[in-house]
Every structure is written in structure tokens, then in C-alpha cells.
């Protein structure tokens, strides 16, 4: 068997990032300018990462930007206030608050207080719940670019065995509902499952978000598989480095797979990617208007 086609996520991503661009050039001769903020506490230096990469994209993509950067001690209340006047601001189509949170400060509080309508994050409970129903949602980003990935490789989906390994609300449930969407089959499994590697082997298409570095074998595959890899793990590597690895061992399922996606390089860009799509998509709705191709 040759090897697995390789998902190229950066090249995917860019080529959203474009569409997206070029759907934010109509919406301005329209008089309207997309707007996403986003929130910061504390100073994770990984945090900061991703809140500058956002940033840095947004604006390219023609698209206003706010950033919120507050101390590791903002209390809640205050957090609370700044979400609720976003909320009230109509330059703002889209609230991210980046996660982790610190500690002392209630996550789930946090996140169901963004207005639903420019929740582009996917986490309200509305939201989840309107994707649950088959109802117009905003849908959580990574989940989304799972799908835009696997898409890729086989426009239609209809009928295909679909096996998410996690079952977390940020990725794992909401990929489900998206995948019975389409029309697959799904099975729900995690680190729990009874056969694990079985219940994998039946798989058409297979979405690791488990967690576990390196946990989905080259041998739990059915041959031809189309792999979508939520993983990013850090394990140790030569020199005392670290490296990053996904939730599935890519020199053994790439041998066995039909397509995979590499980690990193694969699901990450298109995460941020779909947040600027459903940031315009937000702004659209916001204002009734027909949301653009993209």
C-alpha cells in the first residue's frame, strides 16, 4: 500500500484566509467592517501567542481588531463588565475570551455571558444547542476545520462510518453533531471505550481528540482511512527538546491511512481561520444580510 496523502492544513488555511479576505472586501463596499475582540488574562506565554496570531490575521483579512490584554488578577466581575460591554458594542461582530482562564475566575459564567449572536468561539450553550437541533449556529472553530479537512478528501461524506475518539464540548461533541450533519454514521469513543482499537478499525473517517500523545496506532486502522488529528501534545525529545505530536502515531498510521494530517501543520491554522469566518459570518447575521461564500 503507497503511503497516506498528506492534509495539508496551512495550505487549506491560507486558502480560507483568502476567501474570507475577499468576502470582508464586499461587506466594506457595503459600508460594513467586520470587528473581532479578544480577550486576554494573564500572561501564559502560549496565550499570548495565539492571541497575537489572531490579531495578526484578522487585520489581514481586512477585518477591525480589538485586543483586551488585562493582568493575571482582573477579578471576574471585571471580566464580567468588559464582556458585557463588548456585548453592547456594535463595532464588535465577534467575542473571543482565550482560555485558560485563571483560576479564581468561573469559565463556564465567563463564556454564557458573551451574547450567543457573537459567540464566534462556538461555546454558548445556545450555539451548542442549536448545532445539537440541526439549526443555523455558530459552530465551535476547531470542530468546523476538522470538517473543512476532511472535506478535502471526500466532498461527500453521506453514509461513511465516523469514529470521534473524545468527547469533550469543545471539540469531540460538537464535531459529532457536525459529522451527522453530513450524514455519517457516527460512533462517540474515548479513552473509556471497551476494544478501543476496534470500535477505530470500523472507521471510514477517524477524529482523534483524546489527548493522549501517540494513543491511536497505525494497526487500530481500517486501510484507507481518512485521519483527522486533533492532538498537540509535547514530549520529550534529543538534546532535552521537546516536540509536538498529535493524538495518533503518524509513522505508522500514515502507512495504513488513505489521508492524514500531519501535527503540527494540519487542524491547528485552520482553527483560527474559522474564526475569522464566523466572524464575518456574525457580522452578517447581526445584520440580516445573506452571509457571503467563503
Given at each position: 500500500?503507497?503511503?497516506?496523502?498528506?492534509?495539508?492544513?496551512?495550505?487549506?488555511?491560507?486558502?480560507?484566509?483568502?476567501?474570507?479576505?475577499?468576502?470582508?472586501g464586499g461587506l466594506k463596499e457595503r459600508g460594513i467592517a467586520p470587528g473581532l475582540a479578544v480577550v486576554l488574562?494573564?500572561?501564559d506565554p502560549a496565550s499570548q501567542v495565539y492571541v497575537g496570531s489572531k490579531a495578526k490575521q484578522t487585520v489581514e483579512a481586512g477585518m477591525r481588531s480589538f485586543e483586551h490584554r488585562l493582568p493575571e488578577q482582573t477579578g471576574e466581575a471585571e471580566l464580567l463588565a468588559l464582556v458585557a460591554q463588548l456585548n453592547a458594542d456594535d463595532a464588535v461582530d465577534g467575542i473571543l475570551?482565550?482560555?485558560?482562564?485563571?483560576?479564581?475566575?468561573?469559565?463556564?459564567?465567563?463564556?454564557?455571558?458573551?451574547?450567543?449572536?457573537?459567540?464566534?468561539?462556538?461555546?454558548h450553550p445556545?450555539?451548542?444547542?442549536?448545532?445539537?437541533?440541526?439549526?443555523?449556529?455558530?459552530?465551535?472553530?476547531?470542530?468546523?476545520?476538522?470538517?473543512?479537512?476532511?472535506?478535502?478528501?471526500?466532498?461527500?461524506?453521506?453514509?461513511?462510518?465516523?469514529?470521534?475518539?473524545g468527547r469533550s464540548?469543545?471539540?469531540?461533541?460538537?464535531?459529532?453533531?457536525?459529522?451527522?450533519?453530513?450524514?455519517?454514521?457516527?460512533?462517540?469513543?474515548?479513552s473509556r471505550t471497551r476494544?478501543?482499537?476496534?470500535?477505530?478499525?470500523?472507521?471510514?473517517?477517524?477524529?482523534?481528540?483524546?489527548?493522549?500523545?501517540?494513543?491511536?496506532?497505525?494497526?487500530?486502522l481500517k486501510p484507507g482511512a481518512i485521519v483527522i488529528d486533533v492532538g498537540i501534545n509535547r514530549i520529550p525529545a534529543a538534546n532535552g527538546k521537546t516536540r509536538l505530536v498529535g493524538d495518533v502515531d503518524f509513522a505508522s498510521a500514515k502507512e495504513v491511512a488513505g489521508a492524514i494530517t500531519p501535527v503540527p501543520g494540519g487542524v491547528g491554522p485552520m482553527t483560527?481561520?474559522?474564526?475569522?469566518?464566523?466572524?464575518?459570518?456574525?457580522?452578517?447575521?447581526?445584520?440580516?444580510?445573506?452571509?457571503?461564500?467563503?
Open positions: 500500500m503507497t503511503e497516506a496523502r498528506i492534509i495539508d492544513g496551512k495550505r487549506i488555511a491560507a486558502d480560507l484566509r483568502a476567501r474570507v479576505g475577499a468576502a470582508v488574562v494573564g500572561e475570551v482565550q482560555l485558560p482562564l485563571p483560576k479564581h475566575i468561573d469559565t463556564t459564567k465567563v463564556l454564557e455571558a458573551i451574547d450567543p449572536a457573537k459567540d464566534v468561539d462556538g461555546f445556545i450555539n451548542a444547542g442549536r448545532l445539537a437541533a440541526g439549526q443555523q449556529a455558530l459552530v465551535a472553530c476547531t470542530p468546523l476545520g476538522c470538517l473543512i479537512l476532511a472535506k478535502t478528501v471526500a466532498p461527500s461524506l453521506k453514509g461513511m462510518e465516523a469514529v470521534v475518539v464540548n469543545i471539540v469531540g461533541k460538537p464535531v459529532a453533531q457536525l459529522l451527522l450533519r453530513e450524514d455519517c454514521t457516527v460512533t462517540i469513543a474515548h476494544d478501543l482499537p476496534g470500535v477505530v478499525r470500523r472507521a471510514d473517517l477517524v477524529i482523534a481528540a483524546v489527548g493522549r500523545p501517540q494513543m491511536i496506532e497505525g494497526s487500530w483560527v481561520a474559522c474564526l475569522l469566518r464566523n466572524t464575518v459570518e456574525a457580522a452578517c447575521a447581526r445584520r440580516g444580510i445573506a452571509v457571503p461564500e467563503m
